[in-house]
């Protein structure tokens, strides 16, 4: 998923950076394909350099070297709100058939049957991201038809699409799974299953979803990871084994 996730950045590209496989996957990326990718973290560290992996948004790594360090408003309003911000990732307890993310409750709002973090900052990427990446591992309480709450707006709200409600950006267009990649219809927002990943059938990520899941036109085929990214997720980036438990 780290892998697979890092192949969706280019080079020069500025992407705001979460905790877990996001993490993993941007500092990949850096390390391979895209050096001059700008990290924005949410603590405020911008164009962070960190020589280790960083433990979390407030870690001291992010801040040596980085380009700028301000507060979270500034980078709420003067690169996510502006419009800078051209790659988000998120994560979620729940994501739907239009890429729709729940992190604040699972059933009924007034009464859960539990309670999550909440947003915190991805409602406003999930918005003004110019593309947003999704990472979840597919399993069916995950993926439901219909989330139970939508904190980050997906392709559709509501039967709504997100260009009829004003949204600037371009929602999730892809979801990183485990098994699969799905991506954004263009015509209906639906998230479908375009690639697969080595010998994984279509099969087994519809029993992960809880919809009848449309295809892509062309089915595409994800190549594993090469040696030279293994080298570097298992002995460089994360040795400790902080986000590659398991």
């Known amino acids: 998923m780290a892998a697979v996730a890092a192949s969706e950045l280019a080079d020069g590209e500025v992407v705001f950076v979460g905790i877990g496989l996001p993490n993993l996957a941007c500092n990949l ?17 911008v164009g962070a350099v960190p020589e280790r992996l960083p433990v979390s948004i407030g870690d001291p790594a992010l801040v ?16 996510l709100q502006n419009g800078r911000i051209e790659v988000g990732f998120l994560g979620g307890a729940q994501v739907d058939r239009y890429g729709n993310i729940n992190t604040t409750v699972i ?4 009464r859960p049957a539990v309670r999550l973090p909440g947003s915190g900052g991805a409602a406003e990427i999930a918005v003004h991201a110019r593309r947003t990446l ?39 267009v892809k979801v990183i799974t485990d098994k699969a990649i799905l991506a954004a219809d263009e015509t209906t927002g639906e998230m479908v299953l375009a690639a697969l990943y080595p010998g994984v059938s279509a099969d087994e990520v519809q029993a992960g979803v809880g919809w009848p899941l449309a ?6 085929a994800v190549a594993p990871p090469s040696g030279e990214e293994l080298r570097l997720l298992r002995e460089v980036l994360d040795p400790k084994k902080l986000y590659l438990r398991g």
């Not at 990326?29 to 560290?45: D, F, K, M, Q």
């Open 107 to 110: 059933g009924p709002y007034e």
């Open 215 to 220: 295809r892509a036109s062309r089915l595409g």
């Open 64 to 79: 040596t070297g980085s380009l700028m360090v301000c507060g979270m408003a500034d980078v709420f309003q003067l690169f």
């Open 134 to 172: 999704i990472v979840a591992k597919l399993n069916p309480r995950a993926f439901p038809e219909q989330v139970d709450f939508i904190t980050s707006p997906g392709q559709r709200c509501r039967g709504t699409a997100r260009r009829e409600l004003g949204m600037p950006g371009a929602g999730p």
């Open 29 to 45: 990326a850096r390390a391979t394909h895209a050096p001059n990718l700008v990290l924005i973290y949410e603590s405020g560290a």
